[in-house]
């Protein structure tokens, strides 16, 4: 939903800070006004099944697309979750429809490779299995399995040695190794 007044559109993207946490509701708040609201998220694979199946792309903020002039910048601000807007001064900074544009991409593109455990995952990254028979163990990326949920790994069975034994997992058990500086 975009907001006209006399022909004309006056409404911008802007950036409004959520408490911590709270994007999800800070967006239930701002849509039960119907507003227009942009909360990017990526899907998760949390190994606990309770866990949030979705994560935010941009932990804190949500976009909104308003008319500053029609509606007082306080009166977000003061929207149960919300913390304030990102300024610059002591102005609202608007942010281009290019740049939401590019984020939606984006975000439709991780998603689709299967979520944020794939995101910027290349074959032969490493990774550690954090939970099930093989916790504790490196393993190198080899490949994402149709569907999304589960990946390919080779598993590096005796340290020290080059044998490798290829793995299915489920991918809420991987995790990106972080690399030594």
Known sequence: M???YNNRMTAHWYVLRSKPNKE???F?????????AFYPQLKAAPVNPRARKFKP???SYIFIHVDLDQIAP?????TPGA???VSFGAQP???SEELIGAIKRRVDEVNAAGGEI???LKQGDAVMIQNGAFAGYEAIFDARISGGARARVLLKMLQGKSAKTKLEIPVGLLARKEKRG
Not at 28 to 36: K, V
Not at 74 to 78: A, C, E, F, V
Request: aromatic letters at 16%.
């Open 57 to 59: 792309y941009f932990p």
């Open 28 to 36: 239930e708040q701002l849509s039960a006004r119907n507003l227009e």
């Open 2 to 4: 975009a907001l006209h």
């Open 74 to 78: 306080s009166t977000l601000q003061w």
């Open 118 to 120: 794939f995101d910027g």
């Open 93 to 95: 900074s608007a942010v």
């Open 83 to 85: 913390v304030g807007f």
């Open 24 to 26: 999800s509701l800070l």
